[in-house]
């Protein structure tokens, strides 16, 4: 159980220094200084494609840490199962994974535009412009949010249904 707890602070910590890794990398502004990480970053093309570059290599060494430590952390006794079902699990895994991703991001895009300080402009989340007036931030960060929160307990509510699929 702990080693679980640490991988997935690690896939969290992951995540935030790849989004700000790309935040940085896709920074318009040049001449003015960026606050990411608790760093202040200079903006100009050398120093936006230093460090983004860096905390984007961080970010996915992060992220894939739990692949990398996987022999180390394994246990001793050897597990005997056909192949079929070996595909099967690292594609549900696979699955799994990805809506995990999916459902963090969309979590951080809600507790993103349920923060937005700046009202009367409209901000682009999400793929979709949000009026930013408190009615409808409220109303589309909530959305998100639970939309974020289903898509990260999905593996937890699907395994169920996986597993009494499978024993059938």
């Known amino acids: 159980m702990k080693k679980a707890i640490v991988f997935f602070v690690m896939l969290i910590a992951g995540l935030v220094v790849t989004e700000q890794a790309i935040d940085i990398l896709t920074t318009r502004g040049r001449g003015e200084a ?48 056909t192949n079929s079902k070996v595909k099967w699990n690292l594609k549900r895994a696979v699955v799994f994974f990805i809506m995990l991703i999916a459902g963090l991001i969309v979590t951080e895009q809600a507790i993103d535009i349920l923060t937005t300080r700046g009202r009367g402009e409209a901000i682009y989340k999400m793929g979709m412009l949000i009026p930013a007036q408190d009615f409808y931030l409220y109303l589309y960060g909530s959305i998100f949010l639970l939309l974020g929160i289903l898509l990260i307990l999905s593996p937890f509510l699907f395994r169920k249904s996986f597993i009494a699929k499978k024993s059938v």
């Open 34 to 81: 960026i606050y990411k990480m608790g760093m202040l970053i200079p903006a100009q093309d050398f120093y936006l494609y230093l460090y983004g570059s860096i905390f984007l290599l961080i970010g996915v060494l992060l992220i894939l840490s739990p692949l990398l430590f996987r022999k180390f952390f394994m246990t001793r006794e050897k597990r005997v199962s």
